[in-house]
C-alpha cells in the first residue's frame, strides 16, 4: 500500500483540546471592514462613476492587485508612495512582488503585455495598499476609481479626462470642489526646471525644514507641495516652471485651458502642483475638496504620463489619467450632506403561520419571477414574524394563515401605507399584484443621509 502525500497544512487528525481562551483577531492597523449601510454605498458610487465614463468610451480594466516589484520601482524610484510605503515581499518562489501602491503602473503594464488598438481608454475600480500612518482620510488600504486613456497627444483630450472627473463629482451633489492645474512639461523641460530648482533650494538648504532637505536630497521637485511653514517660505522664491516650459509644452497647456474655460469648468493655476509620483509630464491636475480638513482634502488628481509605457519596455505612447479616493470622495460626500447610502427595498416579506411550507415555496416563486422576498426562518407569533417584516424594509407583508391556505389565497398587506391597507388575493394572482405594486413604486427609498463608516485605528 502507498502511503497518502503529506498535505503540508493539514489538520492534525486527532486535535487538540480546544484552548480555554481563543485569540479574537481585529483588522490590522489602517485597514477597515466596509459594512452595511456604507457597502451599498460604495458599490453605488462606482457605479455612477461606470456609467459617467462608459458614456464617454472608457471600457473597464481589471488587473490583479499584486505586480512583479520592478513595475512600481519603474515609476517611483524616488517617492514615498514606492519607497517607504510600498508592501512589498519574497514570494513562494522567491519573485519579489508588491501589493499595487496605485493603478496606473498595473494598467500601463497590461497596456505593453497586451499591445490594444489605440487609442485605448479604459476604467478601472479598485484597492491600493501604503504603508503610511493612518488618520482619518488616510488608510493602508483604500479604494480607487480612475480612468487612462493611452495613444493620444491631443490636448482636448486632456479636457476630457479632467472633465470626467469634474462630471462625476457634480454627479454625486459634491458642490465644494477645487480644481487645480498645472504643467510640468516635456521630459526635457521637467528635467530643466528641475536642475534649475536644484540648484536653488540646495543654495537655502539650510532654511528648509530636515523633511525637506532630505525630500531635496531625493526629489527637488517635491519640496514644492512641502505643507511645512519653513521650506513653504523659501518655495515662495523657487523659480516657476510655467519660465522653463517649452513653446509645444506652453501651447498643449494653453489649449487645455482654453477647453476647460469652454466646458465651463472652473479651475485655478497652481505653479507648485507636482503631484506624488515620477511619471507625469506636462498636465497635472488634483481635485481639493473643500468641505474637508486641508491635510486630506486631496479627493482625486492625475495627468500625462507620456513617457511611462516606455519605462515599462513597450513603445513610445502618450497617456493621460487620473484617480480618485472612494475613501475621501464619501467622506466629502458626508460633509456636503450629499449622495447617502441607498436603501434596499424588499418587494415582499412572507409572514407563514402554518408551518414553514409557504414562507419556502413562496419566497421561492416570487424570486423566480423577478421580484425579491424575504422571510423569517424558524417561524415565530405573529407578532415577532410582522417585526421581522418591519425590518426588512419590505414594501409588502404577504401573510398566510389557515384561512388563507384553506382557500388557496394569501393576505397582501401594505408595510408602508399609513391607514390599514390590506387584502385578500389568490395565490395565483400574487406575482402579478406585486408586480404591479413596484412599478408604481421605487425599489430603493430615499435614504436618511448616510454616514462614512468611522472604524476606529488601531495604532
Ligand atoms: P495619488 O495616487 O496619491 O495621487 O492618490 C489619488 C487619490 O487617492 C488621492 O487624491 C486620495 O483621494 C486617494 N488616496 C491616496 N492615498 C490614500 C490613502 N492612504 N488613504 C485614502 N485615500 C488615499
New binding site residues.
Partial sequence: MTEAPQDPVAVPAESPARPAKVERFQTLTGMRDVLPPDSARRRALVQMFADTVAAAGYTEVVPPIVEDLGVFLRVGETTD?VTKEMYDFTDKDGTRIALRP?MTAGVVRAFVQHKPLLPWKVWYAGT?F?H?KPQK????S?E?VGVEALGVDDPDLDVEVIALGWRFYESLGLRQVRLQLNSLGEGQDRARFTEALRVFLEARAGELSEEGRSTLARNPLRVLDSKRPEDRAVVAHAPMVADHLSPASKEHFERVCSGLDSLEIPYAVDDRLV???DYYRRTTF??AADALDAAQN?????GRYDGLAEDLGGPATDGIGF???V???LLACDAEGVFPAPVAVLDAFVVDLVGGDAARDITHELRAAGLSADRRFGGGSMKAQMKSADRSGAAHAVIVGSDEADAGEVTLRSLRAVANDQRRVPRARLVGELKAAARSTPTTRDPSPGSQQEIEEHS
Fill in positions: 508612495v496605485e491600493n501604503r503610511e482620510g488616510r488608510y493602508r483604500f480607487q503631484r506624488g509620483l488634483e481635485y486631496a479627493i482625486g488628481g492625475g484617480a480618485l479616493g475613501d475621501r470622495i
